[in-house]
Each structure stands twice: as structure tokens, then as C-alpha cells.
């Protein structure tokens, strides 16, 4: 797992890092937020990270102009250390500090046994060797929060154990509490508290993951709880971690830098504290100073990357306004993650995208034409999945891949329709949704893995019934059929209705409308074909003359 290195030990460790090899405007200075101590595990992060087939600009087929994979060549992120020098290496020797400031202590003796006792905890991944650290996961049951739909705190910690494996760890227990309000301090009461601490002794834990969001203050509280030896880092924090590791172009790189910058800015506020210890508080004040310098510095590399994902975003913009002349309708896959997503559009499309029983595999965005048997073409864009507790940050970080959703024609939500929680998967989707302002576009929603369901004729029924569900299973490629045809009747809402008159010498025009639209009518007159057919809107523009003909 990549849960960063040692981090900032001092004021000139603020020196320029580079945590990417395709270099930024300005160089970016803070690695991943969880930032836990180094280890050999973090070389086969990193390494690992380029072994996972993501698509590159050289997986794109040359011959298509409308397939491609959005961004830049393939960028390995990782959270490379920072140099420490400066005001107290005597300190360094003995300690880590990471970006909020929190001290953790090297147990040396630990180490170097650990070398030995280690033995069974490397595992081979994407062909690569991986340190699978030990980590305690802990759950807060809110008391009274009977949201019906919301997901049970079992479920939650299950979850949070899924999103542990995908970053490398090896979980070794987990535990609950109920409570009515968090405590302020360590997020759960004291005697918890201490029962954790027992079970880090037992179980040999190194990282202790909490399901919801810490406080700065309580994630300094809980470290200093643990003992200092053990790192203690959130969901968010977890999550944005994955998303650095499996960062694979330029633009997600990017996309994952801002999101850990925003996450990391509150968190700034002890990282000078040390040094006022250090000096027995004759220096008050000194470490408040830095704080606001390091801040500004952190705020203005925020602006720098928003400045840059804005000119991907616009060069996205053009390649999509380029991508074809004429418009097929574009159809994007949404859903919760490990829903099948990329298996579907691997199925429809023969695509090649990465597609894996772990989460997030995607993020980016992968767009490919669909061909339908009867002749018919949409294009269709995979896309990153959502989770429940998605951190806010990373949607906003990622609203220029996202965009690509809000300019589609139609939204598939793909429903792992075999999980027990599909329902609060489906909210958790709805939710993310409803904050990216697509509500007007129309939808579509598939039931996948219908295969693996325990009641598949009951759900065929249902789907059938309610009409507005399509029914499948991407991996045996039962209903895909049903699906275009869904796809098909399910543009037409967004198409807008046409009558023309097309030439004889347009018949490439012709043929267009009847592979992006919905033919009703065709008569040949002296003149030329009268058509009258649903159309896309942008195609409607384009045939405003023959339209202006048929009127006449
Ligand atoms: N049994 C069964 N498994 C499926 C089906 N569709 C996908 N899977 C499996 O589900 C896992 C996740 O599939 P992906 O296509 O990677 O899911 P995704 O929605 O793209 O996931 P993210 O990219 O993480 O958001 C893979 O192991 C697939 O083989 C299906 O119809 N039936
Ligand atoms: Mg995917």
C-alpha cells in the first residue's frame, strides 16, 4: 500500500518534492495524505501501480477516431518522502512526522525484527511483490439514526475491509460502537479506546482505519492513544490513497493531487508544533507562522492544479466537440463500484479497460462506439464508480472527468443487482448524482449480474414489469440485446423530432440519420428523400437547411 513515507520533519523540508514524474507548473510538495511510515511495499505500490493495464494513449486504436482514453501517457504517482533535513535531525533520527504533524515513533527493535517475522505477509499482486500491513478497522453505529436506506454498520466496516484489501493491507480484525454523538476528542469513548490499544498489541496491528471522516485533533488524539507506533488514518483518507495508487494518466494524477492538497489543508494546523517543544516554548509563536506560510504555499499549488485540470478540461471539451461530425448520441455507464461497469462496456464494445473484483479499477474515463444489430450507433463512455461516503473533495476533483456524464445523451446506472446492499448502492449513486446537476438528463437503469443473483426469474419479472429496468449479465452477455434496444427507445426522449427534405447528392447525410436516429418516415420525391425521423439536437442544428426545404 502507498500510505506515504516519513513527511515533513522540518521547515526546510518544504523543499520542492516531486511526487510526479511529469512535472507540474509548480512543484507539488505534499504526498499522500495517509501518510504512513516507509516500506518496502511502497516501491511495489508504485511499481504495481504501472502494471495495472489501465488503458495509455498507446491502447487506443488508431484507426477509430471516436475511441479514446482521456489524458496524458501513463504517470506513476507515489508518495516518495520528503527530504528531511534541518532544524532537528536529532529528532528525525528517532521520528516521523506526516503532513498533520502527527509524531510517530519509530520502535527500531520492532523493526528489525519485523524483517524476520514478516515472512508470511508479502503477496504477489499484478505479478509484483506487496507488504500487506496489518489493519484494525473501527465503526461508530450512530444511536438512533434509523435511516432506512443508509448502509448498516456491518456492512459499512465490510465495505471499509474491501477498500483496505484494494490498497494492500491485510485486515486482521475490526470493531464497533454505538453511540448517539462521536466524541469530540477520539471519535470513540475511552474504553473503546483502550480495547483497541489490546488489540493492537495482540494482533500486531500497524494501521488502525476509522469508517467516517477524523477530526485533525482526533486522529492526533487516537495516534497518541495507540502508543505513536501505530498509524491511524480515515476512510477519506483511504480512499484517496487508492486513488493516488491507481492513478494511471496525467489527468487523474492531477485530479488525486487536488483532492489530497484539499484534504490535507485543514490538517496543517500542528506541523510546526514540535519545534516549539523543542525549545521549551521560548519559540511561541514561531510554529503558528509557519502554519500560514505553509498554508498559502498548500493554497496556492491548489490553484495551480485547479488552473491545470481547467486546460485538460478544455482541451476535453474540444476533442469531444471534434470527435465526430456527426453526432452520435452519447451514452455514459454510472454506478457504484464493482457494479460491472467496464465488463458491460468491455462486452458491448470489445473494449479491452481494466475490469477486476476490487474497487475502483476505473478512473478515467473510456469512451467507445457501440454498433446495435440492427444498425444502429451510440457511443458509450465507462466511468469512475461512486461509493457511499464518497469524500467530497474527490467529486469535486474529479467534476471535470465527470463532466463527461452531464453532456451525455442518456445515463446507465449499473446495479450490482446479486449484492445484498444493491438498494443503498442505488441511493449512495442517486445521492452523487444529484450533486453533479444531471437530473434533466434521461435514465436508464440495468440490473447486472443477474447470473450470480439468487433469484433471477423474480427479478427478470420485476424488471419487466416495471419497465424503465433492463435485466443482464455483462459477463455471459445474457440481455444485452434487450439493452441496446432499451438504449435505442430510451434516446429517443432526448432526440427532438424532424421533418426534411434531403437532397440527392447528401445521401451520406441519409444514411447518418438512420444510424443516430429513430427513422419513421421516408418518401422519394423529385427533389429529394423526405425523411421524417427523432434526431439528436446537435444533428437537428446541422440539418436546419433540409429542414428549411421541406417547410418551403
Ligand atoms: N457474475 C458476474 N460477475 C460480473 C458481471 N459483471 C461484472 N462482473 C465482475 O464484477 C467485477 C467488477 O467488474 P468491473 O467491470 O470492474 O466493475 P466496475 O463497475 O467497472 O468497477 P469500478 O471500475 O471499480 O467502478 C469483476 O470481477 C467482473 O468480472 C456479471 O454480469 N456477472
Ligand atoms: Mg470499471
Redesign the pocket.
Known amino acids: 500500500m502507498n500510505l506515504c513515507s516519513s513527511a515533513i520533519a522540518g521547515p526546510s523540508s518544504l523543499l520542492p518534492h516531486q511526487w510526479n514524474p511529469r512535472p507540474l507548473p509548480s512543484p507539488a510538495i505534499f504526498p499522500s495524505p495517509v501518510c504512513l511510515k516507509a516500506r518496502p511495499l511502497l516501491k511495489a505500490a508504485a511499481t504495481q501501480q504501472q502494471n495495472l493495464g489501465v488503458l495509455s494513449p498507446d491502447d487506443v486504436s488508431a484507426g477509430d477516431p471516436v475511441v479514446e482514453t482521456l489524458g496524458g501517457g501513463v504517470d506513476s504517482v507515489n508518495g516518495d518522502g520528503f527530504p528531511t533535513e534541518g532544524a532537528d535531525e536529532k529528532v528525525q533520527d528517532k521520528e516521523e512526522r506526516d503532513l498533520s504533524g502527527r509524531v510517530k515513533r519509530r520502535n527500531k527493535k520492532k523493526k528489525e525484527g519485523e524483517d524476520e517475522s514478516s515472512g508470511g505477509r508479502f503477496e504477489i499482486r499484478n505479478g509484483k511483490e506487496v507488504f500487506a500491513e496489518n489493519a484494525y478497522l473501527v465503526g461508530v453505529e450512530r444511536k438512533g439514526d434509523d435511516t432506512e436506506q443508509s448502509f448498516g454498520i456491518e456492512e459499512s466496516l465490510k465495505e471499509l475491509s474491501q477498500l483496505a484489501d484494494t490498497a494492500g493491507l491485510a485486515v486482521v480484525g475490526s470493531t464497533y460502537q454505538k453511540l448517539s454523538t462521536p466524541n469530540p476528542r477520539t471519535y470513540i469513548g475511552s474504553g473503546k479506546v483502550a480495547e483497541i490499544k489490546s488489540a493492537i498489541h495482540a494482533l500486531d496491528v500497524e494501521t488502525v482505519i476509522f469508517d467516517d471522516e477524523l477530526s485533525p485533533g482526533q486522529l492526533r488524539n487516537l495516534e497518541k492513544a495507540f502508543g505513536g507506533d501505530v498509524r491511524v488514518c480515515d476512510r477519506t483518507a483511504l480512499i484517496l490513497d487508492i486513488f493516488n495508487q491507481r492513478a494511471a494518466t496525467h489527468e487523474a494524477a492531477l485530479q488525486v493531487a487536488l483532492a489530497q492538497m484539499e484534504y490535507q489543508l485543514p490538517r496543517l494546523t500542528r506541523m510546526w508544533t514540535h519545534l516549539e517543544r523543542q525549545a521549551g516554548g521560548q519559540v511561541k509563536g514561531m510554529g503558528e507562522k509557519q502554519i500560514e506560510v505553509d498554508k498559502r504555499i498548500l493554497r496556492t499549488q491548489i490553484g495551480v492544479l485547479k488552473k491545470e485540470l481547467e486546460s485538460v478540461r478544455k482541451h476535453r471539451k474540444q476533442y469531444r466537440n471534434r470527435r465526430t461530425s456527426v453526432p452520435v448520441p452519447v451514452v455514459s455507464l454510472v454506478?457504484y463500484?464493482?457494479?460491472?461497469?467496464?465488463?458491460l462496456l468491455n462486452r458491448l464494445t470489445g473494449a479491452n479497460v481494466l475490469?477486476?473484483?476490487?474497487?475502483?479499477?476505473?478512473l478515467d474515463p473510456t469512451t467507445r462506439r457501440v454498433q446495435t444489430k440492427n444498425g444502429k450507433e451510440f457511443l458509450l463512455t465507462?466511468t469512475?464508480?461512486f461509493i457511499q461516503k464518497l469524500p467530497t473533495m474527490l467529486v469535486a476533483a474529479f467534476r471535470a472527468t465527470l463532466e463527461e456524464i452531464s453532456e451525455s445523451s442518456l445515463l446507465v446506472h449499473?446495479v450490482d443487482i446479486s449484492h445484498p446492499l444493491a438498494d443503498q448502492q442505488i441511493d449512495a449513486v442517486d445521492s452523487v448524482l444529484a450533486d453533479l446537476d444531471v437530473s434533466l438528463i434521461p435514465k436508464l437503469m440495468v440490473w447486472?449480474?443477474v447470473?450470480?443473483a439468487d433469484n433471477p426469474e423474480e427479478l427478470r419479472s420485476e424488471a419487466e414489469k416495471r419497465g424503465d429496468v433492463v435485466c443482464l449479465?455483462?459477463?455471459?452477455g445474457e440481455g444485452l440485446e434487450e439493452f441496446c434496444d432499451a438504449v435505442q427507445e430510451k434516446l429517443k426522449d432526448s432526440m427532438v423530432w424532424i421533418e426534411a427534405l434531403v437532397p440527392f447528392d447528401k445521401g451520406e447525410l441519409l444514411s447518418a440519420i438512420h444510424q443516430v436516429g429513430m427513422v419513421e418516415w421516408t418518401e422519394y420525391t423529385e427533389k429529394g428523400t423526405l425523411i421524417k425521423a427523432h434526431v439528436p439536437l446537435r444533428f437537428a442544428r446541422l440539418l436546419t437547411p433540409m429542414r428549411q426545404l421541406c417547410a418551403s
Request: proline share 0%; net charge neutral.
Open positions: 454506478g463500484t464493482n457494479a460491472g461497469k467496464s465488463t475490469a477486476e473484483d476490487r474497487l475502483f479499477a476505473t465507462d469512475v464508480g449499473v447486472n449480474k447470473d450470480r449479465s455483462a459477463l455471459t
